[in-house]
Each structure stands twice: as structure tokens, then as C-alpha cells.
């Protein structure tokens, strides 16, 4: 994976490469060609034994988001100013910044 790059960006680069390629896209082939039995969800199966999915009230008992809103906040202003990638900090940039955040 190159520097400075997230794992959702380098997949949609793979796609669109393969989109473009000369010939046509192989990845929707080797999808459907692909042994659907060994792309089994772990959080189903373990150890080749079924396990019973939560219901909706034992997904009540535990929070929704394991940090606060405040943790989530101050991360995500860390992440968009490291994405702006050496921008001046601008009055506008930092209106955008909380703009993001906020909406």
C-alpha cells in the first residue's frame, strides 16, 4: 500500500484500473469463479460451529459507540487536517474543518 494512502482509496484505484483495462475487467470473473464456501463471515462460523446472532435486545445491553462523541470529534479534525495536506490554515479551512465534523 503506498504512503499516505487508506485502504478504501487503494481498492477503488484497483477497480478502476481493472474498469479500464484493455479487454474488459477481470475482477467481476474471478469473483463469480472464487470458492464462495472459504469467504465464510468469522463472526458466524467459528470452529465449523453455527453461532446464534445477537438479538435486538442483547444489542441494547452495550452502548452504541464504544468512545464518546468528543473522542470521535477530536479525531476526525485530526484526520481532515492531515488531509489537507499542507494547506495554509486558513479562516476558511478551519470553518470547513468543523463543518465536516459537524455535518
Known amino acids: 500500500l503506498p ?10 484505484d484497483v477497480v478502476v484500473a481493472d474498469e479500464r483495462r484493455e479487454g474488459g ?14 469467504l465464510m463471515d468469522s463472526s458466524v462460523y467459528n470452529n ?3 453461532q446464534r446472532r445477537p438479538s435486538l435486545a442483547d444489542l441494547k445491553k452495550f452502548p452504541k459507540f464504544e468512545t464518546s462523541f468528543w473522542v470521535q470529534l ?3 479534525v ?24 459537524f455535518f
Not at 475487467?25 to 472459504?38: F, I, Y
Not at 485530526?78 to 465534523?101: D, M, W
Open 48 to 50: 465449523d460451529k453455527l
Open 3 to 12: 504512503a499516505e494512502t487508506g485502504i478504501a482509496d487503494w481498492m477503488m
Open 78 to 101: 485530526n484526520r481532515t487536517l492531515k488531509q489537507q495536506r499542507g494547506e495554509r490554515l486558513t479562516s476558511v479551512a478551519v470553518i470547513l474543518t468543523f463543518a465536516y465534523a
Open 74 to 76: 477530536k479525531l476526525l
Open 25 to 38: 475487467a477481470k475482477l467481476p470473473q474471478h469473483w463469480m469463479d472464487t470458492d464462495k464456501s472459504k
